[in-house]
């Protein structure tokens, strides 16, 4: 267990009439926390803090910790994005159960005793991820302070209660919250009554006097669409894009190279000049610049592309194998010369799929019995449907021959009700086929968040349907516009298949020219650990996940690297090189990083999931 704080004072904060602000202390227990098949979010890590086994030595370097404030409550990832503004930190509640999530207020005007004031809770069903984002407005319809944050939706939450979207709150008073405007968005395809559900938000001003405005962004995290709101007047946003970034500015995915799960996922708006330029992070198509200064003509920039072969994976471990994609963050450094971007991976091995009539397919795995580097399963495949407690029953493999693989779709149920009802009748392990249609659908290939005791995949379509010698003729826009399940009869046998797993490290930290057209790469960056077979399981997650910019040395960022730390890199000559770092004593698992000053010196906040917040100096040259 962590070391123990001083008690906190709960403040109770005012009930409002829409439910969205809540006198409580925060959730109370994130156990058993619910299934969110977003592919971009993991709920479990498989380890403890405290324990000395399964996390990364302690140890520091030029930072020192001024201050650790612990939620009320504290659970396992029970902790997302942080922000900041003035003497308050707003730390993102990712779920509970039952699922709700909801925004921590932190008071840090004593920077070495942080403490939760006040707790602002989503609605019901849904939870709070990335873009806890809090900034100072001042239009002709509304001045003072406001917070923005997202609502993702919980497995299996309708509406009402649940809402997707974004949600605005007045937090000129961050003691008596308001909420402006609740669960507003673009809508969810099929449904009219709720918006799609969103990962991340940002906002931007523009202009001053009469003619200020301002705009947020609410990417989804499971479709290419990028949607834009006029939000001058808080208390009514206007939606003035909803784009298909993918289908606009096609130049910017790799296509026929397996970077195939493209999204929209996070996203930062920063003033150059007299222009407002965004940074986008786009999954396997890598991270897209655009000219926003008219958020109504979007005007493509720049954008990266993967190298091939992966270029960290090859300078660390010599193996050469096709980059994975999983472009998550990025940010301006270096007076905006260069470009620093995070690929968030969590699943440092890949599986390769290989029929015995020749096809080879990309596959993630997930579970408590995943391939370890160099293992592999061998079997035959056989068609189990949907394989949920309401659909048709999985059918029991022959007795004689095999081992057997259930091939099953994707749909209805979570990914653990699925594994329960295909282990039951002993079958080897799990192949799960994505389904059709649009958010994440098709050939995307995602990591299962799931509970499973035998092998557990997860396929694009076609590879699905080439198991079952059913691909002839696949259209992937079709599949995107289609809703259909697997025509081929449950119980048919398919193909023999190998899954064979090969170490391709965690997620790092790439370095591009700032420019227009297409970005030069010119360095990246690990952890040692992160590109080291030995750490693959029993650590914790090694992968990177958010940068934060020096707003005094432009040389200088800060990564938050989930059970790595906190670590600080600077740039210069177009190479990075870490120059601090720490990891408590009990281990850390910081998701969000955000930077700060006060009586001007530069302060890091870090959120901790499974604690609350740290707040760092760097001490080095």
Not at 47 to 64: E, F, Q
Not at 233 to 243: A, L, S, T
Not at 559 to 573: E, P, Q, W
């Amino acid at each position: 267990m962590r070391r123990p704080l001083a008690s906190l004072i709960a403040l109770f904060l005012i009930l409002l009439g829409t439910g969205v602000v809540s006198g409580s202390s925060g959730p109370a227990d994130a156990g058993d926390a619910p299934f969110f098949d977003d592919g971009g979010v993991v709920l479990d890590d498989g380890h403890v803090h405290g324990d000395m086994a399964g996390r990364l030595d302690t140890s520091s370097s030029n930072v020192s910790v001024v201050g650790r404030g612990q939620i009320h409550n504290p659970a396992e990832d029970q902790v997302s994005d942080v922000g900041v503004l003035g003497n308050f930190a707003y730390l993102g509640s990712f779920a509970t159960t039952p699922c709700q999530g909801g925004v921590y207020v932190v008071d840090i005007s004593d920077l070495s005793a942080p403490r939760q004031v006040g707790f602002i809770a989503s609605a019901q069903g849904s939870f709070v991820g990335e873009g806890v984002h809090p900034i100072h407005f001042s239009t002709p319809a509304f001045t003072g302070d406001v917070l923005a944050y997202s609502n993702e939706l919980c497995g299996g939450a309708s509406a009402p209660p649940a809402v997707g979207g974004a949600t605005l709150v007045d937090i000129s008073n961050p003691l008596n919250p308001v909420v402006l405007a609740n669960g507003f968005g673009a809508v969810e395809p099929g449904v009219t009554t709720r918006a799609r559900t969103v990962h991340s938000t940002f906002m931007w001003q523009t202009g001053s006097g009469p003619h200020a405005k301002a705009y947020i962004v609410i990417p989804d995290s499971r479709t290419p669409m990028l949607p834009i709101f006029d939000i001058t007047d808080p208390r009514h946003p206007v939606q003035v894009i909803d784009i298909n970034l993918a289908e606009r500015f096609p130049q910017i995915v790799q296509t026929g190279v397996g970077l195939d799960t493209v999204f929209s996922h996070d996203v930062v708006v920063r003033r150059h000049g007299n222009r407002q330029i965004m940074l986008l992070s786009f999954w396997d198509g890598g991270y897209v610049k655009l000219d926003v200064t008219d958020p109504a003509n979007p005007v493509y920039l720049a954008d990266t592309d993967f190298s091939f072969p992966d270029p960290q994976l090859r300078e660390s471990t010599g193996e050469s194998l096709n980059p994975e994609g999983n472009g998550h963050y990025a940010e301006f450094v270096h007076n905006n010369q260069f470009i620093i971007t995070t690929d968030e991976d969590f699943n440092p091995t890949r599986v390769l799929v290989q029929t015995n009539d020749g096809g080879e397919f990309r596959a993630a795995q997930g579970g408590d019995a995943q391939l370890p580097t160099g293992g592999n399963l061998t079997g035959t495949v056989i068609h189990a449907g949907l394989a949920c407690n309401s659909t048709a029953p999985v059918p029991a493999p022959p007795a004689t021959g095999g081992p057997y693989i259930a091939l099953v779709e994707r749909g209805v149920c979570t990914f653990t009700e699925k594994a329960v009802n295909v282990e039951v009748h002993g079958y080897a392990g799990t192949v799960v086929v994505n389904r059709t249609g649009p958010a994440g659908g098709c050939s995307a290939v995602i990591g299962p968040s799931v509970t499973a005791t035998k092998p557990y995949f997860f396929v694009g379509r076609k590879a699905g349907l080439s198991m079952l010698d059913a691909d002839a003729g696949y259209d992937e826009a079709a599949c995107l516009a289609d809703t259909s399940t697997i025509s081929v009869p449950i119980g048919t046998i398919g193909d023999v298949v190998t899954l064979k797993a090969s170490f391709d490290g965690w997620g790092y930290v790439h370095l591009f020219r700032n420019g227009n057209g297409k970005l030069e790469e010119l360095d990246t960056y690990a952890v040692r650990q992160g590109m080291d077979p030995g750490y693959a399981t029993g650590f914790g997650n090694l992968t990177v996940h958010e940068v934060a910019v020096s707003a005094q040395n432009p040389h200088l960022a800060y990564l938050s690297y989930y059970d790595a730390g906190f670590r600080v890199i600077s740039v210069k000559k177009g190479k990075i090189a870490e120059v601090g770092h720490f990891l408590d004593e009990t281990g850390n698992d910081f998701w969000g990083v955000q930077v700060f000053s006060r009586g001007g010196v530069e302060y890091v906040l870090a959120s901790d999931r499974d604690f609350g917040l740290y707040i760092f100096r760097y001490t080095g040259n």
